[in-house]
């Protein structure tokens, strides 16, 4: 029995049990290694991912519930850093041990898509779910603003 | 198809990171004979590697690639290392590939004992001098053989951005010269720049990792990926010191995918084809332990153990000057007052992980440390195997802020991957794993006194504490040895004419670690918080008061009037805000900070926080930046929510949320003014972390008039102040 579902739009049908959380199918089956395992109970926002368009903890997200979805990890934004984010990300020197980057940019990344214009407040709500022990949230939200004027076509 | 598509998937994953590559076998630079070096650089040399100095290879194909002999932790030692060596090397840092460098005494730290580890502050401190000679002596070496190669004299040559070039126009790349350069003695005394010609050292510097740590390349521990690897998942004992007394496995072997059960003294280890596989079966075994010492500790008899032995123990001193202790008992005005802080655990982003492949008498290691070389002679000790048969790969670190120095995790991993022969094993703990089992920062009490002279200043003062020796742990100081580590910092910078200072070792019962900034972070909060207590006594402004005791200190009071200055200190905080103050030297850095804080429901809620750090000479000043905004966060994490406490031998903290921690929207703005400076380099990874406690703690004085004296600043410690 295998689960059909698409990564970062490429079709897979993943073999693993159906309770098997969603990070260890993409990390081990499917093999793209940038979401991590931070706590293992969504409590951290290290392994987010996006399902449908969605920003989900997968390492809490069985993979029977994204059968059929679109699920889109760090690897998706971009190969190449051409994505705003990951511009704005470079432009600011965010990551310090990075470890965590792709859960930051993920959360990141499901704002954007739908507030393209995002407050202060609105940055803190969203991202108040991933936590950074290197401590770089002030370059976090500097970068998001930047990613955010890039994309409404504005001078950053 | 799908099959096929996933492998797709997995060999990009996977490509970037193949294997070793072969040092240009042997060197006559006299540095370094058949080095492998682990290549973890997005893109290989094509050509055949060279090896003039320990720190450089150069290809063919002139692909130039530095070695950092530090682990990167999100410190920036990726870049900072780099380009050190480049600066004289007279290269374009942004094309160089760096290598995370193999055990070897070359790349040993001589601000630690000559240990290939990674901590203290030192990576820059110690690679200042060295890895700018390093670089010199490679360009020297590049100069002489284009000099033998057009027989000219090498003082007619240049190199320039990765090229020799001669008066007539002759050109040849490093990698067109590095094969004779490797045959060429290395020059003990080459020219070396100027710092007024640097043109990398001191500049801003996009650092080489970042474009990897935005796409997901960027290759961790939790990322290793062996042919044939298995996982492992532990069980360990509940209670620290505890060991397995017997198991029943039957369940467990039977589950999916499981490949092996091992048994080792601290627990019991699940291996299975997938790491879930390895977790669901873990949770079948069944364990008797024999919780042994630890079974009825708790956190409040730790602390009374601990406050007793202030009194019953043994003091080793630590300074002493005129009689402080007649001066303050003969006092009409004295200052006294006791101060805790709380067992906290480093909980980096990455659990601890490790991988392994034992094969007879070859051992593979692949993983995040801090401390390769020792990992290399522990594990070959512990599996009786020839030290040189033992290979040490680095991976980046997902944090460690001192938790990598301990390699109990290493130690796990090489014992099961030796019970599963010939298959690379890799053991990965859970979050709870991690936090329940980790060496934690020893909780402290401090007693302080000091007699206040007429004119308000402290004429003698008194200083013990009790804590517990890490390096008595880790390094097996004796009991009776003075710990460096447990007194840094300790001294204040203030003009006091006589004091006392000593401190009482003692055992609390769990296992202690380095933890970012160490004792300066007790140190610190102990003194910084004394002083203001003695300026309130004495009448007089924070930070006036202790400008006044800082005449022989002008580093230190020109760093204070500055963050003085930049907090807007003496004008008037927007309503409801309040301010605080603590400065230290530690590091070799001086810095002071100011906290301005607002009370929420019996807290403190921390808006803006001021640095002023004087370093000296700096190398990327972006990344010194980053690592006190760093520093900050951290320490504030410890200063106002988490904790570790232990109930029956056991950590009661098992995720983020019982240990919490600094979150986005908690997050403070931060103020960082660089005092520029060509004074000898200091740490920037560590300082801060111990200041923003007592700014902090001042400024909820400030706020509330109450002086709480102990770590975590939360309601509840508010409440009993």
């Given at each position: 029995?295998?689960?059909?579902?698409?990564?970062?739009?490429?079709?897979?049908?993943?073999?693993?049990?159906?309770?098997?959380?969603?990070?260890?199918?993409?990390?081990?089956?499917?093999?793209?290694?940038?979401?991590?395992?931070?706590?293992?109970?969504?409590?951290?926002?290290?392994?987010?991912?996006?399902?449908?368009?969605?920003?989900?903890?997968?390492?809490?997200?069985?993979?029977?519930?994204?059968a059929n979805k679109q699920v889109s990890t760090v690897e998706g934004l971009s190969k190449n850093n051409s994505h705003p984010l990951q511009k704005a990300w470079i432009k600011h020197d965010v990551p310090q041990c990075g470890y965590c980057q792709s859960g930051q940019l993920m959360s990141a990344a499901a704002l954007l898509a739908s507030n393209k214009n995002p407050s202060d407040e609105q940055i803190d709500a969203a991202m108040a779910g991933n936590i950074c022990r290197c401590g770089t949230y002030v370059r976090v939200h500097a970068a998001i603003k930047t990613a955010a004027a890039e994309m409404r076509g504005a001078k950053a | 198809?799908?099959?096929?598509?996933?492998?797709?998937?997995?060999?990009?994953?996977?490509?970037?990171?193949?294997?070793?590559?072969?040092?240009?076998?042997?060197?006559?630079?006299?540095?370094?004979?058949?080095?492998?070096?682990?290549?973890?650089?997005?893109?290989?040399?094509?050509?055949?590697?060279?090896?003039?100095?320990?720190?450089?290879?150069?290809?063919?194909?002139?692909?130039?690639?530095?070695?950092?002999?530090?682990?990167?932790?999100?410190?920036?030692?990726?870049?900072?290392?780099?380009?050190?060596?480049?600066?004289?090397?007279?290269?374009?840092?942004?094309?160089?590939?760096?290598?995370?460098?193999?055990?070897?005494?070359?790349?040993?730290?001589?601000?630690?004992?000559?240990?290939?580890?990674?901590?203290?502050?030192?990576?820059?401190?110690?690679?200042?001098?060295?890895?700018?000679?390093?670089?010199?002596?490679?360009?020297?070496?590049?100069?002489?053989?284009?000099?033998?190669?057009?027989?000219?004299?090498?003082?007619?040559?240049?190199?320039?951005?990765?090229?020799?070039?001669?008066?007539?126009?002759?050109?040849?790349?490093?990698?067109?010269?590095?094969?004779?350069?490797?045959?060429?003695?290395?020059?003990?005394?080459?020219?070396?720049?100027?710092?007024?010609?640097?043109?990398?050292?001191?500049?801003?510097?996009?650092?080489?990792?970042?474009?990897?740590?935005?796409?997901?390349?960027?290759?961790?521990?939790?990322?290793?990926?062996?042919?044939?690897?298995?996982?492992?998942?532990?069980?360990?004992?509940?209670?620290?010191?505890?060991?397995?007394?017997?198991?029943?496995?039957?369940?467990?072997?039977?589950?999916?995918?499981?490949?092996?059960?091992?048994?080792?003294?601290?627990?019991?280890?699940?291996?299975?084809?997938?790491?879930?596989?390895?977790?669901?079966?873990?949770?079948?075994?069944?364990?008797?332990?024999?919780?042994?010492?630890?079974?009825?500790?708790?956190?409040?008899?730790?602390?009374?153990?601990?406050?007793?032995?202030?009194?019953?123990?043994?003091?080793?001193?630590?300074?002493?000057?005129?009689?402080?202790?007649?001066?303050?008992?003969?006092?009409?005005?004295?200052?006294?007052?006791?101060?805790?802080?709380?067992?906290?655990?480093?909980?980096?982003?990455?659990?601890?992980?490790?991988?392994?492949?034992?094969?007879?008498?070859?051992?593979?290691?692949?993983?995040?440390?801090?401390?390769?070389?020792?990992?290399?002679?522990?594990?070959?000790?512990?599996?009786?195997?020839?030290?040189?048969?033992?290979?040490?790969?680095?991976?980046?670190?997902?944090?460690?802020?001192?938790?990598?120095?301990?390699?109990?995790?290493?130690?796990?991993?090489?014992?099961?991957?030796?019970?599963?022969?010939?298959?690379?094993?890799?053991?990965?703990?859970?979050?709870?794993?991690?936090?329940?089992?980790?060496?934690?920062?020893?909780?402290?009490?401090?007693?302080?006194?000091?007699?206040?002279?007429?004119?308000?200043?402290?004429?003698?003062?008194?200083?013990?504490?009790?804590?517990?020796?890490?390096?008595?742990?880790?390094?097996?100081?004796?009991?009776?040895?003075?710990?460096?580590?447990?007194?840094?910092?300790?001294?204040?910078?203030?003009?006091?004419?006589?004091?006392?200072?000593?401190?009482?070792?003692?055992?609390?019962?769990?296992?202690?670690?380095?933890?970012?900034?160490?004792?300066?972070?007790?140190?610190?909060?102990?003194?910084?918080?004394?002083?203001?207590?003695?300026?309130?006594?004495?009448?007089?402004?924070?930070?006036?008061?202790?400008?006044?005791?800082?005449?022989?200190?002008?580093?230190?009071?020109?760093?204070?009037?500055?963050?003085?200055?930049?907090?807007?200190?003496?004008?008037?905080?927007?309503?409801?805000?309040?301010?605080?103050?603590?400065?230290?030297?530690?590091?070799?850095?001086?810095?002071?900070?100011?906290?301005?804080?607002?009370?929420?429901?019996?807290?403190?809620?921390?808006?803006?926080?001021?640095?002023?750090?004087?370093?000296?000479?700096?190398?990327?000043?972006?990344?010194?930046?980053?690592?006190?905004?760093?520093?900050?966060?951290?320490?504030?994490?410890?200063?106002?929510?988490?904790?570790?406490?232990?109930?029956?031998?056991?950590?009661?903290?098992?995720?983020?949320?019982?240990?919490?921690?600094?979150?986005?929207?908690?997050?403070?703005?931060?103020?960082?003014?660089?005092?520029?400076?060509?004074?000898?380099?200091?740490?920037?990874?560590?300082?801060?972390?111990?200041?923003?406690?007592?700014?902090?703690?001042?400024?909820?004085?400030?706020?509330?008039?109450?002086?709480?004296?102990?770590?975590?600043?939360?309601?509840?410690?508010?409440?009993?102040?």
């Amino acid at each position: 029995m295998t689960i059909a579902f698409k990564i970062n739009g490429k079709p897979v049908k993943a073999k693993s049990e159906p309770d098997t959380p969603l990070l260890w199918v993409i990390r081990d089956e499917v093999g793209l290694t940038g979401t991590k395992f931070g706590c293992g109970q969504a409590l951290c926002g290290a392994c987010t991912v996006h399902v449908d368009g969605q920003p989900v903890r997968s390492c809490s997200t069985p993979l029977a519930l994204v059968a059929n979805k679109q699920v889109s990890t760090v690897e998706g934004l971009s190969k190449n850093n051409s994505h705003p984010l990951q511009k704005a990300w470079i432009k600011h020197d965010v990551p310090q041990c990075g470890y965590c980057q792709s859960g930051q940019l993920m959360s990141a990344a499901a704002l954007l898509a739908s507030n393209k214009n995002p407050s202060d407040e609105q940055i803190d709500a969203a991202m108040a779910g991933n936590i950074c022990r290197c401590g770089t949230y002030v370059r976090v939200h500097a970068a998001i603003k930047t990613a955010a004027a890039e994309m409404r076509g504005a001078k950053a | 198809m799908t099959n096929k598509t996933i492998q797709d998937h997995a060999a990009t994953a996977q490509t970037s990171r193949r294997g070793f590559l072969k040092g240009s076998a042997a060197v006559s630079g006299g540095l370094m004979v058949g080095v492998v070096l682990p290549v973890s650089g997005p893109v290989q040399a094509a050509g055949l590697l060279h090896t003039p100095s320990a720190w450089v290879h150069i290809a063919d194909d002139n692909t130039i690639t530095l070695i950092s002999a530090r682990a990167e932790m999100g410190q920036g030692v990726y870049t900072s290392m780099p380009m050190l060596i480049a600066e004289e090397l007279n290269i374009d840092i942004q094309k160089v590939k760096v290598a995370f460098a193999p055990p070897g005494k070359v790349y040993g730290n001589a601000l630690l004992f000559g240990l290939q580890l990674t901590g203290g502050s030192t990576s820059v401190r110690e690679g200042y001098d060295k890895l700018r000679l390093a670089g010199a002596q490679v360009r020297e070496m590049l100069v002489a053989a284009a000099a033998n190669k057009w027989n000219v004299d090498p003082s007619t040559l240049k190199a320039v951005n990765g090229n020799v070039v001669g008066p007539k126009g002759q050109k040849a790349t490093y990698g067109q010269l590095a094969d004779d350069a490797s045959r060429i003695p290395v020059p003990e005394k080459p020219a070396m720049k100027d710092p007024s010609q640097f043109r990398i050292v001191g500049k801003r510097m996009t650092r080489l990792d970042t474009p990897s740590k935005v796409n997901g390349t960027a290759r961790f521990g939790l990322d290793v990926k062996l042919p044939g690897m298995l996982y492992a998942s532990i069980e360990m004992s509940p209670v620290q010191g505890g060991v397995v007394k017997s198991h029943d496995a039957t369940a467990a072997k039977a589950a999916k995918g499981v490949v092996n059960v091992v048994q080792l003294p601290e627990g019991v280890a699940v291996v299975a084809d997938t790491y879930w596989h390895a977790v669901q079966a873990r949770k079948l075994l069944s364990i008797q332990w024999d919780e042994g010492a630890n079974a009825n500790l708790s956190t409040a008899a730790m602390f009374d153990g601990t406050r007793a032995a202030l009194a019953s123990g043994v003091p080793i001193p630590h300074k002493k000057e005129g009689d402080a202790d007649a001066a303050v008992a003969s006092a009409g005005k004295v200052v006294r007052a006791e101060y805790r802080t709380q067992m906290a655990s480093h909980a980096p982003m990455e659990p601890m992980n490790y991988t392994a492949m034992v094969d007879g008498d070859r051992v593979q290691l692949v993983g995040p440390t801090q401390w390769p070389d020792a990992v290399q002679g522990a594990v070959a000790k512990l599996l009786g195997v020839k030290i040189e048969n033992v290979s040490v790969e680095n991976t980046f670190l997902g944090g460690a802020f001192g938790r990598r120095i301990d390699f109990d995790y290493v130690l796990q991993a090489a014992l099961i991957a030796k019970a599963t022969p010939g298959r690379p094993v890799k053991l990965v703990w859970s979050r709870p794993d991690d936090m329940t089992h980790d060496f934690y920062r020893p909780l402290s009490v401090h007693q302080l006194a000091a007699a206040i002279g007429a004119d308000g200043k402290p004429t003698a003062m008194t200083w013990r504490v009790a804590s517990q020796s890490i390096t008595g742990r880790a390094f097996g100081l004796p009991p009776e040895a003075p710990d460096g580590l447990m007194t840094e910092a300790a001294t204040p910078l203030y003009a006091i004419p006589a004091i006392r200072q000593d401190v009482v070792k003692h055992d609390a019962g769990v296992r202690v670690g380095y933890w970012r900034a160490v004792s300066h972070n007790m140190n610190a909060f102990a003194n910084e918080s004394f002083i203001d207590e003695c300026a309130a006594v004495a009448g007089k402004d924070p930070v006036a008061y202790r400008l006044s005791l800082l005449d022989a200190q002008p580093r230190m009071a020109s760093v204070l009037r500055q963050v003085a200055a930049k907090s807007g200190w003496g004008t008037p905080a927007l309503a409801g805000r309040f301010r605080g103050v603590a400065l230290m030297e530690g590091y070799d850095t001086y810095m002071a900070q100011v906290a301005e804080v607002s009370m929420k429901d019996g807290a403190p809620v921390v808006h803006k926080v001021t640095v002023v750090a004087d370093l000296g000479a700096m190398v990327n000043p972006d990344t010194v930046e980053a690592q006190i905004e760093s520093s900050v966060i951290f320490g504030l994490s410890t200063a106002l929510y988490s904790e570790i406490t232990i109930a029956k031998g056991r950590v009661q903290q098992t995720n983020f949320d019982g240990f919490r921690v600094m979150r986005h929207n908690e997050a403070p703005q931060i103020d960082i003014v660089l005092v520029k400076s060509s004074e000898k380099p200091g740490g920037i990874g560590e300082p801060a972390t111990a200041l923003i406690g007592p700014a902090v703690a001042n400024a909820v004085f400030a706020a509330t008039g109450k002086r709480v004296r102990k770590m975590p600043l939360n309601a509840e410690a508010l409440a009993q102040a």
